[in-house]
């Protein structure tokens, strides 16, 4: 008996750790195949490269003048150049900010990716779901099948009448619609997991849900690592620190801006070279700058705060429906497992212990049960890979 146990215990850690590195293994192969991220991919690239861009000082000005003059004075040829230099970019503020807009363009792909990603896993829960489906209607249609069979045999003896054997027709086409029909829906998950999968073929035969993800214990635990890892909420945050960054950057506007440059004036009989310096004093500009940045810090905080709450109610409601899903799905799964008498029902069946009428009622009872209680399971699945999702 302790050798059974053991051999048990393997199995099941067996088959659900197949169904982790299966799930594993598909979502990777999306990651790597789906179009949307790639184009996500190369759009962060942009936006990194135009971040950098922001960071740099102002193109230098090049100026040539040629100037003609009388024939006895001569022509005037002037050269400057002139480079702009702002107080922003040199303390390293402009740079800061680039690192903010980084990090937002990396959390926007991070919320991309996972929105495809558990879009992936819902569509994958689907297929266990049909997959473990077809497995039951395969045997529930070998069942029927072989129940018409035998009445076949048993109208040609003598043993049954016409009636039964069109009982057990037609309950046996009814059992072929519901193949035919969970066989087309199938075939639609998989369609759209191609798609995400860039159009590749997909493989994905577990009949068994990823057995090692659990309900987290404790809420509110949970929901405080959650928080810390969420990418939205981790985007409307670093939203209010790139508004604090525009906001120096605006004040430190305010200061003048400083030119300065070389400048050479050549003229017929003289030459002057020298330096220039210029100052550029933001009179009328700063100041709506600077009131626009203090809006923009206030309006990301309320954003901030608005997302920190809705997150929050969002996934306690979450957890509630996953709990509840839970505690329906072992149940009847449990219900289920003491309720499965098929093969009792075709011996007594055979033996002339119960009609045919009572056979299909019981038998077709015992398949709605099924139905519903692997209902019950791919609904919590979905409500835990929600949960996941954060």
């Known amino acids: 008996m302790k050798n059974s146990c053991l051999l048990l215990c393997t199995l099941f850690l067996s088959v659900a750790g197949h169904a982790q590195s299966s799930l594993d293994t598909a979502l990777k192969e999306i990651e790597r195949n789906n179009p949307d991220l790639k184009a996500a991919a190369a759009g962060w690239d942009e936006d990194r490269l135009a971040n950098r861009s922001e960071a740099l000082l102002a193109n230098p000005e090049i100026e040539f003048n040629y100037l003609w003059g009388a024939d006895d004075i001569g022509g005037r040829r002037d050269v400057r150049i002139s480079q702009t230099v702002d107080l922003a970019t040199l303390s390293g503020l402009k740079s800061e900010k680039g690192v903010c807009l980084d990090e937002l363009a990396a959390l926007k792909y991070e919320a991309r990716r996972l929105e495809i990603l558990q879009e992936a896993r819902d569509l994958c829960i689907e297929l266990v779901y049909f997959n473990t489906l077809m497995e039951e209607l395969d045997d529930h249609l070998a069942r029927s099948t072989s129940l018409v069979e035998a009445y076949e045999k048993r109208m040609v003896a003598g043993g049954a009448t016409i009636l039964d054997l069109n009982k057990a027709k037609l309950h046996l086409a009814a059992v072929q619609g519901q193949v035919n029909r969970s066989a087309n829906e199938r075939e639609s998950v998989l369609s759209r997991l191609r798609t995400l999968n860039g159009g590749n073929d997909f493989r994905f035969d577990a009949t068994t849900y990823d057995l090692s993800d659990n309900l987290p214990a404790d809420f509110e635990t949970w929901f405080s690592e959650a928080s810390d890892k969420n990418p939205m909420l981790a985007y ?27 400048m050479s004036e050549i003229r017929t009989e003289e030459k002057f070279r020298g330096v220039t310096v210029g100052v550029s004093i933001p009179l009328w500009s700063s100041s709506n700058r600077i009131k626009r940045a203090r809006a923009g810090v206030a309006a990301a905080t309320s954003r901030q705060h608005a997302a920190e709450q809705a997150f929050y109610l969002r996934l306690k409601d979450l957890y509630r429906q996953a709990s509840a899903l839970k505690t329906n799905a072992v149940q009847m799964r449990a219900s289920l497992a003491d309720t499965d008498y098929r093969d009792y029902l075709l011996s007594a069946l055979t033996r002339g212990e119960i009609s045919m009428i009572d056979f299909l009622v019981e038998n077709d009872l015992y398949y709605d049960a099924l139905q519903q209680t692997l209902d019950a399971e791919r609904d919590y699945h979905h409500a835990l890979a929600a949960l996941k999702v954060f």
């Open 236 to 262: 409307v945050r670093k939203e209010v620190t790139l508004g604090q960054k525009q906001l120096a950057i605006d004040r430190m506007s305010a200061a003048p801006e400083l030119s300065v440059g070389y």
